[in-house]
Every structure is written in structure tokens, then in C-alpha cells.
């Protein structure tokens, strides 16, 4: 925990790792070693208002939809965001998606962990693949992918046995 306010104030910077295994992080990732890289570096922005800029950087192990294989996932990101006194301000500030920060609830007592936990589940794709799945050592496709790839492949075999 942290104060957000006198982080932007002084210029200040926050380094360190977030586990792999944080506990909604963990949800989506095959594995729970490992750590994520994070620096956190307060300033004032072209506005004057408190603000942050947040880099995380590193692995994430994650499962392959299409051949349910090991799927690692680099992740080298970067975000702004500016801090606001309390929920009132917050929730008077017009929505815009063209606005390179987002805004937040600041405070003396900030969770730079939940921000960066927060950051590295936005870059997990909703639906992870390889670009093109790896195929086993014998040649041959698993056949979990064979499967996904043509869900009708068995119908013919199946009718066969009923004969």
C-alpha cells in the first residue's frame, strides 16, 4: 500500500513482482510459478493531475483453446492513469474512449498489486492459441486437435460400430 498522491507528487517509482499466483491471476493461468515484473512511475500529467504510468513485463503460462497445449504468453504492456479524490469526482467525469489515461479512485493507502493483478488479466487474450499449434514428435497431430479441428471426423467410425 501506498500513497498514490505523494507517488505522482515527488515523481516517485514503485518497482517489484507480482507471483504468477495472486489469486485472481491464477484463475486463468496453467501454471502458478513465476512472477510478473512491474515499475510504477507517479508524476504529474500535461493536466496537473496526479498521475502513473504502469509497465509489467513477463510470462504468462496459459492453455491453448485449439490444442490444449502449453501456451506461453509474453507480455510487455504499459498504461496511464490519473487519480481522483473520491467516488463523486469519479463518477462526474464524462466517459471518453479516446483519452490515452483512464481515471481512478486515488488514496494514501493505494494497492499497487491489485493495479498490476488488474493489468496482467487484461492481456490475457479471452480465447489463447498458438499462431500455429505444435505438432507431436511422431509426426502426427494430438488428437484433442483433430478433434477441434473436425468435430465429425468419429461420425464415421461411430455409425460403423452400430452395424
Known amino acids: 500500500m501506498i500513497d498514490i498522491f505523494e507517488l505522482a507528487r515527488t515523481s516517485g517509482a514503485v ?17 502458478a510459478s513465476g512472477a510478473i515484473d512491474f515499475r510504477l512511475q507517479g508524476r504529474m500529467d ?21 490444442c490444449a497445449g502449453p501456451l506461453d504468453l509474453h507480455v510487455e504492456h504499459e498504461s496511464t492513469f490519473y487519480f481522483v479524490h473520491d467516488e463523486s469526482e469519479l463518477a462526474a467525469l464524462p466517459v ?21 493483478e488488474d493489468e496482467a488479466i487484461l492481456c490475457i487474450p479471452v ?36 452395424r
Open 46 to 66: 500535461e493536466f496537473g493531475r496526479p498521475s502513473v504510468r504502469l509497465s509489467i513485463r513477463g510470462d504468462l503460462p496459459l492453455t491453448c483453446d485449439r
Open 127 to 162: 480465447s489463447p492459441r498458438h499462431d500455429a499449434c505444435p505438432v507431436s514428435t511422431d509426426g502426427a497431430q494430438s488428437r484433442r486437435t483433430r478433434e477441434v479441428q473436425n468435430p465429425f471426423a468419429a461420425l464415421p467410425d461411430l455409425l460403423r460400430d452400430k
Open 96 to 116: 471518453s474512449a479516446d483519452e490515452e489515461s483512464e481515471p481512478l479512485l486515488g488514496s494514501d493507502r493505494f494497492d499497487v498489486t491489485a493495479l498490476v
Open 15 to 31: 518497482e517489484g513482482q507480482l507471483p504468477l499466483g495472486a489469486e485472481r491471476l491464477r484463475a486463468s493461468l496453467r501454471l
